[in-house]
């Protein structure tokens, strides 16, 4: 039967059920096990909390809050997958890149869920307000967003989608920046980790901006300036905001960048993961420059 479709035109595809610990070919893999169980653990943790009534004297605020920062943060981490794999060199990496997003837009459902909840179910206060609301209509967008790249990231979808597919994943760059936007303006006073995550943005873009230049992302160098341009980029974004947002003088939140013994500011840790990406690729070389000086000096010695 399947041959007689195939001559007749018909294209016979397999499809297989997503199973988060299996590669495509059906092999186990360990790698998605792991990530599997750290996508599962805030929700785990956050559902422990509240069973045990560990949450505090509003469980469900705090439960927005989390589920809105696990949605973040996996979000940035699917966005990771891309530059990490080509800068490792490592292509099973691509394979946890779509449980990272599921895992995002799941968080976010919850996220919304809990909004709904906190409302008492008012749906149609829920509506005015995310439409009232600048920060919430720009996270309702990315919502929505998050949940349309998740129906669409099926085998299925991938192959039927073709270039399309490519096209509306790429938004996910997109959906990423509203929901930076999305945590700044819901912030009160402190903002470090949005403004991390802002400059981890600038981070991931100037990636993709170079090697849309002709950069190689395997090269120290390259990825060593764009460390120090997202560090900088991040110090300017956290200025600006204290500059134009509070009333909180903003020189003092730039000179605090060079002080040391309260806190390690976002610019810093943004530099520091950035240089330790940079040294993933001189990491890699070293064996093989080590095993080609030995013999070398080896035969120097005889
Ligand atoms: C309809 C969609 C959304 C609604 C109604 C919503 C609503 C909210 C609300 C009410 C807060 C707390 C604000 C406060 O305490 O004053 C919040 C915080 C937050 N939301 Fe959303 N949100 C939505 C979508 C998203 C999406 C898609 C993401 C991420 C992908 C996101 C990430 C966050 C983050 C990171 C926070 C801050 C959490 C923290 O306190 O650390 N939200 N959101």
């Known amino acids: 039967m399947d041959r007689q479709m195939q001559a007749s035109g018909f294209q016979v595809r397999e499809y297989r059920a997503y199973i988060p610990w299996r590669e495509r070919n059906g092999r186990f893999s360990p790698l998605g096990l792991a990530v599997f169980v750290v996508v599962l653990a805030p929700g785990l943790w956050l559902g422990g909390g509240l069973f045990a009534d560990a949450l505090g004297a509003k469980p469900v605020t705090v439960l927005l809050h989390e589920s809105g920062t696990w949605a973040i943060r996996f979000l940035f981490l699917s966005l990771v997958v891309t530059p990490l794999r080509r800068i490792a060199d490592w292509n099973r990496l691509i394979g946890i890149r779509r449980m990272l997003g599921l895992a995002a837009a799941a968080y976010a459902v919850l996220h919304f869920g809990l909004y709904t909840v906190d409302q008492a179910f008012d749906l149609a206060k829920v509506a005015s307000e995310i439409a ?103 110090a ?67």
């Open 236 to 302: 300017g974004i956290e200025y600006l905001w204290y500059a134009l947002a509070t009333g909180i003088p903003a020189e003092r939140v730039l000179a605090a960048n060079l002080d040391f013994r309260f806190s390690i500011r976002p610019a810093w840790w943004v530099l520091g993961c950035g240089l330790a990406l940079a040294a993933v690729p001189l990491a890699r070389r070293l064996p093989g420059q080590i095993r080609r000086a030995l013999p070398r000096s080896s035969s120097a010695r005889t």
């Open 132 to 234: 009232l609301r600048v920060y919430l209509t720009i996270g309702f967008v990315a919502l929505l967003g998050l949940v349309a790249l998740g129906v669409t990231s099926t085998d299925g979808a991938i192959r039927t989608m073709g270039r399309n597919w490519h096209r509306l994943h790429a938004l996910t760059y997109g959906l990423a920046f509203l929901a930076t936007v999305h945590f700044f303006l819901q912030s009160k006073a402190d903002v470090t980790e949005a403004t991390l995550m802002a400059g981890f943005y600038v981070a991931l873009m100037s990636c993709r901006v170079a090697r849309k230049r002709g950069f190689s992302l395997s090269s120290p160098v390259v990825l060593a300036a764009i460390a120090v341009l997202a560090g900088l980029a991040t």
